[in-house]
């Protein structure tokens, strides 16, 4: 079983910086991408930004040059710093995990996971 925790989510004003943390553990064989997905009230889960475990990167066009990713794949564990926040980046925010796993027939397999989301409000 795989678990992630996400932390640094909360209330930022309109230009300012937060940044998210996400730590993966478990019965982790390697981790294939790591990413960040957001959800606004009323709307649906989006990508925001992944990383892949060779550093290739790719963000929604509404936070280039904003938010940048980084990993520390010794600690798996995913990183988003997020500059000059805009209201309409208040969202909840999910990790997510691409990860491979050895099944309980010793085989290797990927699954997704999930973390719980932290909230990130950015007021006007």
């Known amino acids: 079983h795989v678990q992630l925790v996400e932390s640094g989510g909360g209330l930022v004003e309109a230009g300012g910086s937060l940044r998210l943390s996400c730590a993966a553990s478990?019965?982790?064989?390697?981790?294939?991408?790591m990413g960040w997905y957001r959800q606004a009230p009323g709307k649906e889960r989006d990508l925001v930004t992944i990383?892949?475990?060779?550093?290739?990167?790719n963000y929604t066009d509404s936070v280039k040059g904003r938010f940048t990713i980084s990993r520390d794949s010794a600690k798996n564990t995913v990183y988003l710093q997020m500059n000059s926040l805009k209201p309409e980046d208040t969202a909840v925010y999910y990790c997510?995990?691409?990860?491979?796993?050895?099944?309980?027939?010793?085989?290797?397999?990927?699954?997704?996971?999930w973390g719980k989301g932290t909230l990130v409000v950015v007021s006007a």
């Open positions: 997510y995990a691409d990860v491979r796993v050895i099944d309980t027939s010793a085989r290797l397999d990927d699954m997704d996971y």
């Open positions: 478990g019965s982790i064989f390697s981790i294939n991408y």
């Open positions: 990383i892949s475990s060779g550093g290739r990167t």
